[in-house]
């Protein structure tokens, strides 16, 4: 059991203007990855580095790729057997049309309780609140039971490649149990969705719009892949129904790109198409076996196509080659994650949403994908996702975070660790 003196030490010690003014530097940089335009994570993740190095944590700066740091920020608490891992990410996704906004997408404007800015939400508010309740353990005096790693890393939004890169380096080794800090408008999320992305390929033969039966048109073949990955969704819901917290599985096309490359001519037929397929899972499908029926609708496409290809030109008195062929290669292979609801790490923060809010926890899960999905599936780390911010408003125009609701989630973040490594459990 913690004393209330240590809970109000630990609660006391969280500095509400700090984390507002943390808050709003981050958004104030532009840390969309974007080559072209020359911006990326650098300077957040400088400015993270400094921040947490004047705070006097232990701060280490990593290359991922050229221009994209992670940011590793450690405290040794005490000697323990529990090592506590808080993560968060400095990219985020671009502001698109910047005339659309009614506020500066890099400015941190606050109105009405409010603060707008592109990732106030996705989700450089929560990692702000994760260094803020990280610095106020510190700051506080108690002695936690163990250790606590802030992993700041870059490239969450696109192909993960830092927690990919922490993973390898070996820092997840030691870690028992992880906080991944993103918004889920204060639930505890205890699942993720898993995420299967494939390219389909089709190669047909390129020829004048106006002399069709010179080439071999690639749309036939288009149509019913996609009416085939219609099929195979509607023979997942009969199957799996909708998981508890996750909902229902789905395979999506979600681009048709032909030619595969450059412009394309109304008056061209294509020799190359891609059909590009964002598949997420709930935990009782197999990705395996979902990667075989992608396999499997290929070839059945590819032979239905040919063959109606030879009736027509039969009709036609037409000889040519039926040459089409279709590639398919899997992009991104993501698991389901789920842990259980008894995990130390799970009740920890369930134990201080518990005593922050009021209220009993909610549990859910997270329809997409996190950096904490690397840590469950490669290091088997039990996480839980959690943090301020209304779920459906990443990635919009207009972003914004409720700043009553960030500092409630600091003052979670810190019980939780409290919690987690627990004053008095001190071991060898």
Not at 79 to 95: K, Y
Not at 212 to 232: E, F, K, M, Y
Request: net charge negative.
């Amino acid at each position: 059991m913690i004393s209330v003196d240590i809970i109000t030490q630990v609660l006391n010690a969280i500095g509400v203007d700090e984390l507002i003014k943390l808050t709003a530097d981050l958004v104030q940089i532009n840390s969309v990855w974007d080559p072209v335009a020359g911006t990326s994570e650098q300077s957040a993740a400088e400015y993270v580095a400094r921040w947490a190095t004047q705070q006097g944590f232990d701060v280490q700066l990593e290359e991922v790729a050229p221009l994209r740091p992670n940011v590793l920020v450690r405290w040794n608490a005490s000697p323990g057997e529990r090592h506590l891992m808080f993560e968060g990410h400095t990219d985020v996704v671009t502001p698109g049309d910047v005339s659309m906004w009614h506020y500066d997408p890099f400015g941190a404007a606050i109105v009405g309780g409010r603060m707008y800015g592109r990732g106030t939400n996705d989700t450089k508010g929560n990692l702000a609140a994760m260094l803020t309740a990280m610095a106020a353990l510190k700051n506080s005096g108690v002695r936690l039971a163990g250790r606590i790693t802030g992993g700041v890393l870059c490239d969450e939004e696109d192909q993960m490649l830092g927690v990919r890169d922490f993973i390898r380096r070996g820092h997840a080794d030691t870690v028992t149990g992880a906080i991944i800090c993103e918004p889920q408008d204060g639930l505890i999320c205890t699942s993720q969705k898993g995420a299967l992305r494939a390219r389909y390929t089709v190669f047909g033969r390129m020829s004048h719009g106006a002399m069709p039966l010179s080439g071999l048109n690639t749309a036939p073949a288009i149509a019913r892949l996609i009416d085939g990955l219609q099929a195979l969704e509607r023979k997942a819901v009969s199957q799996f129904g909708p998981d508890e917290h996750l909902g229902w599985p789905s395979l999506t096309p979600t681009v048709i790109q032909a030619p595969s490359s450059g412009a394309p001519q109304l008056n061209v037929i294509p020799g190359e198409a891609v059909v590009l397929v964002d598949i997420r899972t709930i935990p009782d499908q197999s990705h395996g076996e979902i990667i075989e029926a992608l396999a499997t609708l290929a070839d059945a496409v590819k032979r239905r196509v040919q063959e109606e290809y030879a009736r027509y030109d039969g009709l036609l008195g037409l000889r040519r080659q039926h040459d089409l062929h279709i590639e398919l290669e899997i992009l991104t292979d993501r698991p389901c994650t789920r842990t259980d609801h008894n995990d130390p790490v799970v009740q920890a923060a369930a134990w201080a949403t518990r005593y922050i809010t009021h209220h009993e926890p909610v549990y859910a899960g997270v329809p997409g994908a996190t950096d904490g999905t690397f840590l469950w599936a490669l290091r088997n780390i039990p996480i839980v996702t959690m943090g301020a911010g209304d779920r459906q408003v990443p990635h919009q125009v207009d972003e914004w975070v409720d700043l009553d609701q960030l500092v409630e989630t600091a003052r979670i973040y810190a019980l939780a660790a409290l919690h987690y490594l627990p004053p008095g459990k001190h071991g060898g």
